[in-house]
């Protein structure tokens, strides 16, 4: 049914079990699973480039770590994985991706790490849902 | 208990400093930004008020991160788009100096020196905003993106000479401290990696002693010119670029000396000194010279993107990009004020317009004109390079077919 499958990864419970649902679906259509984790948290404004490479640095270190904890899961699951790390808002970056992908299945955990505006302006996931370019799977 | 003893005042500064850097890791704005607005708190409702070592620490933070921003230069980037930066950073240092000060001294009547450091301030491009604004797109990765940053280099540069220079007095003072500037800037590079193969990674940090060595001593020499600690400042950094190119621990130290010790006093001042009231009062005037400083911006930068070939949207993005301000702009408006060039209602009016200039064109430029890197026949390159994984079970069956 699905070719081409997304997940998107932020460490979270939630982020955990849309990889899980993604998993079996990829693993039963014998598909390869496509990985995607967003640096959000990167200082804007900042006074000198260093101070914004070295925030960089450490999401990085984060987003890797994460995304091999994915990659380790898929490859028990027989999965082929692909990984990509984009920097800026999550939904927009998700969103923009999966469309410039040609994913036709986005996979997503209901509660992220939310931000301190997420309750008041509506989360990530709701955001996705709503632009996103093509089935989205929101995981709970 | 003395309100005035040293330790009580050192830990009420360093107690805002620490809110200012825990706001900026929860609101994920740059730590500058959270420290002025700590500041702007602190000197509005808490009495905050430097002492002379507060000056004096707040004066080497701003020194020291004028040394790291010209330090962050890539000097092979700045070698194979010169003929392009030098040209639209000329342009987009002149333009809005002229009609910021124009505007200052004609419109807001501001006395003849008030208006010079208005031009100055709103001269600025921040580097740092710029590249952090890039990277989400990836376009600091692409030539034009590196052009770019090298033109706000010598914007900047602009700036910093501006400051350093039509506040000095000419005289012997100021001969001495241009004669020995060449003198040190020559040899620098050079002598710095001397000091940093032969004594360098030890515990007492002779490599960092050294170069704190060379901005006190230039450091000095301005200021008995009258000129400005800070341009020198960024010319060493200029110049050594290369070699912490090579040292990154380096700048990793020096970066941390910095941001936990230093910048914070200089930000946490510059805040306090802006007055809210002011800002209310002053804000039709703020607006308009935020309008003064963008419109200028795009007058000359906009057609000399156009005639290096940038398509039209890249030209309005460089410019918007360009239009952005933070760290020099707050720095020329506290000189200003300093040395009672401006008063405190025109300092908290031209630091609001540089905080605005820092939000309001990248906002801008990021909604409405996403770079189109396509079209500059660039290869995307908003992802990172994603890696295929084959898994174990498929590895493992490809080895057993080839046996």
């Known amino acids: ?97 999966a469309a410039k992908g040609g994913f036709d299945l986005l996979v997503i955990g209901h509660s992220g790490h939310s931000n301190l505006w997420g309750s008041f302006l509506g989360t990530n996931a709701d955001k996705i849902v709503r632009h996103a370019p093509c089935t989205v799977m929101v995981v709970r | ?36 607005g700590v500041g702007v708190i602190g000197g509005n409702f808490l009495g905050l008020h430097t002492t002379p070592w507060i000056d004096f620490l707040a004066s080497f933070g701003s020194v020291l991160l004028t040394f790291l921003a010209g330090a962050e230069i890539d000097p092979d980037s700045l070698r194979r788009h010169l003929k392009a930066s030098l040209a639209i950073g000329c342009i987009a240092f002149i333009l809005p100096a002229l009609g910021a000060f124009t505007f200052c001294f004609w419109v807001a009547r501001w006395d003849l020196h008030a208006a010079e450091i208005g031009g100055i301030a709103l001269s600025t491009t921040s580097v740092a905003v710029v590249y952090a604004v890039m990277v ?16 706000c280099f010598v914007n900047d540069l602009g700036t910093v000479l501006a400051l350093g220079i039509l506040f000095a007095n000419f005289n012997w003072l100021l001969l001495l401290f241009v004669v020995v500037t060449v003198v040190v800037l020559l040899f620098l590079p050079r002598l710095t990696r001397f000091v940093i193969g032969s004594v360098g990674g030890r515990v007492s940090e002779p490599e960092v002693k050294f170069i704190f060595l060379i901005l006190f001593g230039l450091g000095w020499l301005a200021e008995l010119a009258k000129s400005e600690a800070v341009l020198p400042a960024y010319l060493v950094g200029l110049v050594i670029a290369g070699v912490f190119v090579r040292d990154r621990v380096l700048v990793d130290r020096m970066r941390s000396i910095a941001f936990a010790l230093l910048t914070p006093f200089y930000f ?83 630091v609001t317009v540089v905080i605005g200039s820092a939000v309001v064109p ?22 990172e390079p994603a890696r295929a994984v084959h898994s174990r079970a498929v590895s493992v069956a490809a080895d057993a077919a080839s046996d």
């Open chain 2, 136 to 151: 989400e797109t990836g376009l600091n990765r692409t030539d034009i993106g590196k052009l770019i940053l090298a033109a």
């Open chain 2, 1 to 36: 208990m003395d309100l005035n003893d040293v330790w009580f005042i050192a830990s009420l500064w360093m107690g805002l400093a620490l809110l200012a850097s825990l706001i900026s890791i929860r609101l994920g704005v740059s730590v500058a930004l959270a420290e002025i």
């Open chain 2, 268 to 350: 946490l001042k510059a805040g306090s000194y802006v007055a809210l009231p002011a800002v209310v009062a002053g804000f039709v005037l703020i607006v308009a010279l935020l309008a003064v400083k963008m419109g200028t911006k795009a007058v000359g930068v906009w057609p000399l993107a156009r005639a290096f070939a940038f398509t039209p949207r890249n030209s309005i993005y460089t410019t918007l990009l360009m239009s952005t301000g933070l760290t020099f702009g707050t720095i020329s408006a506290l000189y200003g004020l300093t040395n009672h060039i401006i008063d405190q209602t025109q300092y908290t009016i031209l």
């Open chain 1, 1 to 97: 049914m699905f070719h081409k499958v997304l997940v998107a990864l932020d460490g979270s419970a939630g982020a955990q079990r849309a990889l899980q649902a993604a998993l079996q679906i990829v693993h039963e259509q014998e598909l390869d699973l496509w990985l995607v984790s967003v640096e959000e948290d990167l200082p804007r404004y900042v006074a000198t480039r260093d101070e914004f490479e070295a925030e960089k640095e450490r999401a990085n270190h984060y987003a890797i770590a994460i995304q091999e904890q994915a990659e380790h899961l898929a490859q028990q699951a027989g999965a082929q994985v692909h990984r990509a790390v984009l920097v800026g808002h999550p939904a927009k970056q998700i969103v923009d991706y």
């Open chain 2, 362 to 383: 990248t906002l801008i430029a990021q909604t409405w004109f996403r770079p189109d890197i396509a079209a500059e026949g660039q290869p995307e390159p908003a992802l």
